[in-house]
């Protein structure tokens, strides 16, 4: 079992900067490939952002390409989501999620089905 805790979300202004972080305990985070969901109200969950647990081959949404980065602490079982030049549509409830434990594939997946274990989320509100 993997437990995630989500924190860093709030309100802010379109142009502002937000940093998401994403809490791992329970088992090995660093054998677990990382990702961050959003939900808003009436929408589907999409998929954000992936970190992989090998190697750098990071994997970004084409709607947040350039603006958010993902990045994790394998020593601190954290991920985090920089999340720059915020946008009124990119307001949502921002998921944690883990696909895994992983051995050998560290491709990141996109579906919410990949994944194993969630956060409980955290808003991002964001003003025009």
């Known amino acids: 079992q993997v437990q995630l805790v989500e924190s860093g979300g709030g309100l802010v202004q379109a142009g502002d900067t937000l940093r998401l972080s994403c809490a791992a305990s329970g088992r090995t985070f660093s054998n677990y490939n990382m990702g961050w969901f959003r939900q808003a109200p009436g929408k589907e969950r999409e998929f954000v952002a992936g970190s992989p647990w090998r190697g750098e081959n990071t994997l970004y949404a084409d709607s947040v390409k350039g603006r958010f980065t993902i990045s994790r602490d394998n020593a601190k079982n954290t991920v985090y989501l920089q999340m720059n030049s915020l946008k009124p549509e990119d307001a949502a409830v921002y998921y944690c999620?883990?696909?895994?434990?992983?051995?050998?594939?560290?491709?990141?997946?996109?579906?919410?089905?990949?994944?194993?274990?969630w956060g409980q989320g955290t808003q991002v509100t964001v003003s025009s």
């Open positions: 999620a883990a696909d895994g434990p992983k051995y050998f594939s560290s491709v990141v997946q996109t579906r919410p089905t990949s994944y194993d274990y």
